[in-house]
């Protein structure tokens, strides 16, 4: 039966400076492991950093067109409360309008029945100013 060789036996046929090979190759790997894990480390937090500028921006500008529809809506609702209280004032100046001439009627029925023909009117005309007396030396 063949029997296994001998680990020792082989190590001993290998040069001195293999095990501090070994020990370099290893330490570089840890090195560069730890080093890696830095860089993605680091990326990640710029890349957060650039996502919470990103939302910054995002929002702001969200907020400028929200105010810049707000300030519309404003002027809006102001030209709205304009015209309403316009559209109120011609009612008003309309029921009066219709106030008027259904009293104007009474007035001209009540003057028929009695027989009286109605005075026109007065025709308001701008009065000119007294004269001046005339000037003596």
Same mark, same amino acid.
């Given at each position: 039966? $063949?029997?296994?060789?001998?680990?020792?036996?082989?190590? +001993?046929?290998?040069?001195?400076?293999?095990?501090?090979?070994?020990?370099?190759?290893?330490?570089?790997?840890?090195?560069?492991?730890?080093?890696?894990?830095?860089?993605?480390?680091?990326?990640? +937090?710029?890349?957060?950093? $650039?996502?919470?500028?990103?939302?910054?921006?995002?929002?702001?500008?969200?907020?400028?067109?929200?105010?810049?529809?707000?300030?519309?809506?404003?002027?809006?609702?102001?030209?709205?409360?304009? $015209?309403?209280?316009?559209?109120?004032?011609?009612?008003?100046?309309?029921?009066?309008?219709?106030?008027?001439?259904?009293?104007?009627?009474?007035?001209?029925?009540?003057?028929?029945?009695?027989?009286?023909?109605?005075?026109?009117?007065?025709? +308001?005309?701008?009065? +000119?100013?007294?004269?001046?007396?005339?000037?003596?030396?």
């Amino acid at each position: 039966m $063949l029997t296994a060789p001998d680990r020792s036996g082989a190590q +001993s046929q290998l040069p001195d400076w293999v095990p501090w090979l070994q020990m370099g190759l290893t330490s570089m790997l840890v090195v560069l492991f730890v080093v890696l894990v830095g860089k993605t480390r680091q990326q990640h +937090s710029q890349i957060q950093e $650039l996502q919470e500028r990103v939302r910054g921006l995002e929002n702001s500008r969200a907020l400028e067109r929200t105010t810049a529809l707000e300030q519309q809506l404003r002027s809006t609702v102001d030209r709205l409360q304009n $015209l309403e209280r316009g559209q109120a004032r011609l009612n008003a100046i309309g029921s009066d309008t219709a106030q008027l001439r259904q009293e104007l009627r009474q007035l001209r029925q009540s003057s028929q029945e009695k027989g009286v023909q109605p005075a026109p009117p007065p025709v +308001s005309t701008p009065q +000119s100013p007294p004269p001046l007396p005339p000037l003596t030396p």
